[in-house]
């Protein structure tokens, strides 16, 4: 690599060592009145993605932003400092039909970072929902979400059913099962089969209650955002989004 550097009012060509040390010091061939060393500085390749290299800027796009506050550790909780990258990153929306590929794409276990609607309720409640996470497989989708009340205690709340395409630009979910856990380490994964057939059971009551409350005009999701490792959907009777990124 050959550095030029303007020295005063004279012209200097100088070549550096052929080795890619992020510092490398050059020596010119100066004038009897240049008696002077030059340091020169170089990047190597090391030096990109580091705090302290060339790429150490602000987040640019609405995906680097999501993507720095989730390696923060914010999560719900933290809206105010979501909201603006959130908007960003619907913006920039890269997939044209989302409603097509949210299937495909959205195999694994999701878990919501951002969801205005759920924080009212959460506060109005005096209930902490955290974490809420989806799994998907296949088209077979369950909920799960984490519940922690003072009087309370915790527990689980889910549901399971699946999902599918709806339009283009938006997914249909149906959930047909519905149970509760307590305990903060009770989850079950799944409802086993016909644990809800009686009404005679806390999982049947659970079950009923829950099918009677689902109503299914309210389970089109438009898909505002997708890509391999966030999604954001929108909970349209309150006009809010949920936003979720990949967790497995």
């Known amino acids: 690599m050959t550095v030029t550097i303007r020295l005063e ?12 040390p992020t510092f490398v010091t050059a020596r010119c061939i100066l004038t009897p009145q240049q008696k002077r060393v030059a340091q020169v500085r170089t990047y190597s390749y090391q030096d990109y993605g580091s705090t302290k290299g060339l790429s ?24 105010e400092r979501f909201g603006p990258a959130v908007a960003q990153l619907v913006a920039e929306n890269p997939t044209l039909q989302p409603g097509n590929q949210s299937v495909e794409l959205g195999q694994g276990t999701w878990q919501v970072f951002y969801a205005p609607h759920i924080f009212k309720l959460s506060s109005a409640m005096t209930t902490k929902f955290q ?22 205690g915790e527990g689980w709340l889910s549901a399971g059913g699946i999902m599918a395409r709806k339009y283009d630009d938006a997914v249909e979910v149906t959930f047909d099962r519905f149970w509760m856990d307590m305990g903060a380490d009770s989850l079950r994964a799944d409802l086993p089969p016909d644990a809800s057939s009686s009404l005679l059971t806390a999982d049947g009551i659970i079950g009923a209650l829950g099918r009677a409350s689902f109503f299914p005009q309210l389970a089109v999701f438009p898909v505002l955002y997708l890509d391999s490792d966030l999604a954001v959907f929108k909970f349209t009777p309150l006009d809010s989004p949920i936003a979720v990124h990949r967790v497995a």
């Open 56 to 79: 150490a800027t602000t987040p640019a796009t609405g995906r680097s932003k999501v993507l720095q506050l989730l390696g923060e550790g914010l999560n719900m909780y933290d809206g």
């Open 131 to 152: 974490p809420i996470q989806y799994r998907l497989s296949g088209n077979s989708l369950v909920a799960n979400v984490k519940y922690s009340n003072s009087l309370l």
């Open 9 to 20: 009012t004279q012209k200097l060509s100088c070549k550096t060592p052929k080795v890619a």
